[in-house]
């Protein structure tokens, strides 16, 4: 089983749509979440990071832990095409190690 | 804002050839880490170095080296390039777990796209 789990999509919605990208991992070791956005042909961005369960907020996006369930969301309301991209979850056991999913591509139609 | 600067967006080298990628940042980070990313197996890590002249392996060491002399700079070096290290290198760079920036994440450059014929 892989430590980090996400579906590779493509994910299809047209603009305006909230879109829900997800992330499941195994080790309850895990402490801090983060969500890149990565364009084609560029390096991953960070959007999104937190290290407790809940919800974290910041303009459009939203990221959401659930660690008794060892999942995590992305959520992203009112979706633009200029959304379209790849999203990869990340997680950290608190060392120097950096676990990251697939990504999920991410296509937002006008 | 973080920058990371790979010094080429693209790299076509031969099969045997001994290649070297360089990766430059500056915000005076300690860790630093090299990846590669492949279609359906995500980002893999290489070599990273928490500080300068220190380097540990990652996942997947096997036909690189790397080089640290300075804090800002850390190099990738294919020994002796085959065509099955065809791939997107990717350089990051944070700071280091225990400091008052406990646990930043990772910053990352645009990528090298390296093509071994």
């Known amino acids: 089983q892989k430590e980090v789990e996400q579906d590779p999509g493509p994910l299809s919605v047209p603009e305006g749509a909230i879109v829900s990208l997800n992330c499941t991992y195994s080790?309850?070791?895990?402490?801090?979440f983060m969500w890149y956005r990565q364009y084609s042909r560029k390096g991953p961005e960070l959007l999104m990071y937190?290290?407790?369960?809940g919800n974290k907020e910041d303009g459009r996006f939203t990221a959401q832990v659930d660690k008794s369930s060892k999942y995590i969301s992305l959520f992203i309301r009112d979706s633009q095409p200029s959304d379209s991209a790849t999203y990869l979850c990340?997680?950290?056991?608190?060392?120097?190690?950096?676990?990251f999913g697939a990504g999920t591509r991410l296509f937002v139609k006008a | 804002d973080v920058k990371v600067t790979q010094s080429s967006r693209y790299l076509v080298k031969r099969t045997g050839e001994k290649v070297f990628l360089e990766c430059v940042q500056d915000m005076d980070h300690e860790n630093m880490f090299w990846y590669r990313q492949d279609p359906g197996l995500g980002l893999r890590l290489i070599y990273f170095s928490y500080d300068v002249k220190m380097k540990e392996k990652g996942d997947i060491p096997e036909g690189y080296s790397v080089s640290r002399e300075k804090k800002e700079r850390f190099s990738l070096i294919l020994e002796s390039a085959s065509t099955n290290q065809t791939s997107m290198y990717l350089c990051?760079?944070?700071?280091?777990?225990?400091?008052?920036?406990?646990?930043?994440?990772?910053?990352f450059g645009d990528g090298t796209r390296l093509s071994i014929l």
């Open positions: 990340a997680i950290q056991d608190g060392g120097f190690k950096t676990i």
């Open positions: 990051a760079s944070s700071f280091p777990s225990g400091t008052e920036t406990y646990n930043q994440p990772q910053h």
């Open positions: 080790n309850s070791a895990f402490q801090y």
């Open positions: 937190t290290y407790s369960s």
